[in-house]
């Protein structure tokens, strides 16, 4: 089955700095990769996701890139703020499944 | 933007007692999902459905079961519950062929 590792597990940063956490995945089969979000007593928020025929995309103050050859996918925040301070899971979704496999979070901190 | 409820919010419980936890989805959505999540933030899937009366046990072995009589609604219910099965449960759905989750806000259960 798909395996997903993330780090780090705990990213501490300034506001105003730029923030990036990484995933690696196991599966070739695996085309689909969300990123959710997840903030204090609430259930995981898709904030962007990439499938496997694009390299990179971009909303706003996120992008995420996919290097399909080395199985590896990242999530970049710039500029960030406090509000941006929560838990970040990835996942990789193999073609067909629907059923995603997540990393273990990441733990973002925005200090003011 | 997601229609989905989780109830209660909060459940304190003694050992040995029958519970159910509520989700119900209002989008018409044929997937749904039960996650549980540890204090290190992991996300376990326990059951999922493709639609009515699917239900498959997902990675993480559970005691507790769930039905889907009717699109909306995916109890998970534990017929006797014990302090091991303290932790947040989250419920999610999907639409076919959309691969994004949208999650409830979760239920904290706390056995005693």
């Known amino acids: 089955g798909e395996n997903v590792e993330q780090h780090p597990s705990t990213l501490s940063v300034q506001e105003g700095d730029s923030a990036v956490i990484k995933c690696t995945y196991s599966d070739s089969a695996s085309n689909y990769f969300p990123w959710y979000k997840q903030e204090l007593g609430k259930g995981p928020q898709l904030i962007i996701d990439?499938?496997?025929?694009?390299g990179e995309k971009k909303d706003q103050r996120i992008a995420v890139t996919l290097n399909k050859t080395a199985k590896h996918f990242s999530l970049h925040i710039t500029e960030t703020q406090p509000e941006d301070s929560a838990v970040y899971f990835c996942?990789?979704?193999?073609?067909?499944?629907?059923?995603?496999?997540f990393g273990r979070g990441t733990s973002l901190i925005v200090h003011p | 933007e997601a229609d989905i409820y989780q109830t209660p919010r909060y459940l304190v419980i003694g050992t040995g007692k029958k519970i159910t936890l509520e989700c119900s989805q209002t989008?018409?959505?044929?997937?749904m999902y039960w996650y549980q999540q540890d204090p290190g933030m992991e996300l376990h899937l326990i059951h999922y459905s493709y639609g009515v009366n699917s239900t498959e046990k997902g990675d993480l072995s559970s005691e507790s079961t769930v039905s889907r009589i009717r699109t909306e609604h995916f109890p998970l219910t534990l017929e006797s519950a014990r302090p091991s099965h303290t932790s947040q449960y989250l419920c999610?759905?999907?639409?076919?062929?959309?691969?994004?989750?949208?999650f409830g806000s979760g239920t904290q259960l706390s056995v005693l």
């Open positions: 989008m018409g959505h044929d997937k």
């Open positions: 996942a990789a979704t193999p073609g067909g499944s629907y059923i995603p496999t």
């Open positions: 990439i499938r496997s025929n694009v």
């Open positions: 999610a759905s999907s639409e076919t062929p959309n691969e994004k989750l949208f």
